[in-house]
């Protein structure tokens, strides 16, 4: 069972308390970036950035709408290669990575809706449409509260985390599906209304562009940071009847008997 | 100020758009911190309850 | 397998092991699972029941305006289906892995996505077909026009056991779990999706009179690849639910 493909490295952090002190120290860092950057893009979006010559100051909602739909996508593509991992390697680690993903990604999926939402209503007319886009995020909601319901539905987490992985993984490749599917029944359906254009990325101000790129940094710094905060108490939970984990906790000295699993 | 706090007339959108991007990444942020201390109460009272049983009864067969 | 699922009904003792053929291993599955439903018949009209009372329900809830229920027929009686399979769905696995059959599965020398397969279509067998054979009464109850019938009853046969096999994979997953009413449910409807509107679409082309074949090409191509696939991330599911 040679695992040299591997560095080092990747061993190391895969052990449960090795990670736990890795994330604790990488987690801070991570936040303050993650909120300098968002200052600055936010800053950028609402203050520098002009108006829109046809939405006017509507379209600002655009800097965190955006990039809460990425990162929506992001955090489920996140889960399930750590699902897969979780599935195909029974990674302890990777187990918990994944189950820990779905919270903060149905949060930026709801935030998605909502800001959607308010933007549509000034722009379209209408809080609600059941275009390709919009079903889409709807239903990657559901999977994600899915996902989150599975897990939690299990007494034995770590069979609940691999049971959540493998309908992760599933839903996966249902995304595309309904997406093209939305996208064949609103074409039958003809007369939806007026269609938001969304020019391609090459053709939005620059003055718009960066604080939106920035602002896509800062919600992927902050995301890591979540991450690494919920798995480190994910970690706690799962190992609780570990030596390190009482050293960490009862605040007693770790016994010297080798290495903690 | 007020001009830019109006937002051209969109701001019963803009700014609860905004107020829900950091309302909910804050709960997302701290409902962790919760869990964790509920956790580490617990632990700390396992901890607790094993080490007084323990020195009651030191020759006693401990399961963790 | 098969004297093993005969000394089941029976309650006789088994004598000596007997080595199957996989034929023979899923037909005594299949009529194990006949015999047991058959056991259980008055609770096959449940579902029945639940489908004419939300159909009688909806000309009380919209008033009888057969106009109305012309339009909305064919979609509300795809919506009714649906419903009353979920219940059903979620127990596909549940008895069986409670009893310790799920893990003689694991044991047995047929592939286990056979056999989840072969528990597929017995459920669809006796859940699913009574909703499609009483199709015609509760059209009449909603004013389905005639026309659309047969492309409703069409689109019902390629759907439904696409909603079972996707069913039949996280009915698997929750099988290990505790119960949850509706968890069964919010997972199924990602799914259910795609399935519901390509159905939607072919009753609808047929009410208005175009043409239906395309979106009934579409179920039918993705039946025929969830027959492959769907007992294969079955038999994953079921393995995790198994072990402890």
């Not at chain 1, 995304?175 to 269609?195: A, D, E, F, K």
């Not at chain 1, 920035?214 to 190992?239: D, I, K, N, P, Q």
Request: aromatic letters at 10%; hydrophobic letters at 55%.
């Amino acid at each position: 069972m040679s695992r040299s493909y591997l560095p080092h490295w990747v061993h190391w952090l895969g052990s449960p308390p090795n990670f736990y002190r890795f994330a604790g120290a990488l987690r801070p860092w991570l936040m303050a970036v993650a909120l300098v950057s968002a200052v600055i893009g936010l800053y950028g979006g609402l203050l520098l950035a002009p108006p829109d010559y046809q939405q006017g100051d509507a379209y600002r909602i655009i800097f965190i709408h955006v990039p809460s739909a990425w990162m929506s996508l992001f955090i489920y593509a996140t889960m399930a290669v750590a699902g897969l991992v979780a599935l195909v390697w029974r990674v302890k680690l990777a187990e918990v990575i994944a189950m820990e993903c779905a919270p903060t990604g149905a949060a930026f999926t709801f935030i998605t809706l909502v800001t959607g939402s308010l933007w549509g209503k000034p722009m379209w007319g209408t809080w609600w449409t059941w275009d390709a886009r919009l079903t889409s995020e709807l239903v990657l909601l559901f999977l994600y509260f899915g996902v989150i319901g599975l897990y939690n539905a299990f007494e034995d987490r770590r069979r609940g985390a691999r049971a959540a992985s493998l309908l992760a993984l599933v839903g996966i490749v249902n995304l595309p599906i309904v997406h093209y599917s939305v996208q064949w029944w609103n074409t039958l359906h003809q007369g939806t209304t007026v269609n938001f254009l969304d020019p391609a990325r090459s053709s939005i101000a620059p003055s718009m562009l960066w604080p939106l790129l920035v602002m896509a940094l800062a919600t992927h710094l902050y995301f890591f940071a979540s991450l690494l905060g919920r798995t480190r108490t994910g970690l706690l939970s799962l190992e609780s009847g570990k030596q390190w984990v009482r050293a960490l906790v009862g605040g007693q000295p770790a016994q010297t008997t080798g290495a903690p699993t | 100020m007020a001009h830019w706090l109006a937002m051209g007339g969109y701001a019963i959108y803009v700014w609860p758009a905004y107020a829900v991007f950091v309302i909910v990444l804050a709960w997302d942020w701290f409902a962790p911190a919760l869990r964790r201390r509920r956790l580490t109460r617990e632990l700390r009272g396992r901890l607790a309850r094993e080490h007084t049983r323990n020195t009651r009864a030191p020759h006693a067969e401990v399961s963790t | 397998m098969a004297s093993t699922a005969q000394s089941i009904i029976d309650g006789t003792s088994v004598t000596r092991v007997e080595r199957a053929s996989t034929l023979g291993a899923c037909g005594a599955l299949l009529h194990r699972d006949f015999v047991l439903a058959w056991r259980r018949r008055g609770e096959l009209f449940l579902p029945l029941l639940y489908a004419v009372i939300v159909a009688a329900l909806f000309p009380f809830a919209l008033g009888p305006d057969p106009e109305l229920l012309v339009r909305i027929a064919g979609g509300v009686l795809l919506v009714i289906v649906i419903l009353a399979m979920l219940p059903a769905l979620e127990s596909m696995f549940r008895a069986d892995l409670e009893d310790g059959t799920l893990e003689q599965w694991l044991l047995a020398p047929q592939p286990l996505a056979l056999l989840a397969l072969t528990r597929v279509i017995a459920h669809w067998l006796t859940t699913v077909l009574p909703l499609i054979i009483v199709m015609p009464l509760l059209g009449a109850l909603l004013n389905l026009p005639v026309k659309v019938l047969p492309v409703l009853i069409v689109a019902l046969l390629l759907a439904t056991p696409l909603l079972v096999l996707l069913g039949s994979v996280l009915s698997a997953l929750a099988a290990g779990a505790r119960r949850s009413g509706i968890l069964m449910a919010l997972m199924l409807l990602p799914l259910a999706v795609p399935v519901v509107i390509f159905a939607a679409g072919a009753i609808a082309a047929a009410q208005s009179g175009m043409p239906f074949i395309a979106p009934l090409t579409w179920l039918a191509a993705a039946l025929i690849l969830a027959i492959v696939l769907a007992p294969l991330a079955c038999a994953a599911a079921l393995k995790i639910a198994v072990e402890s």
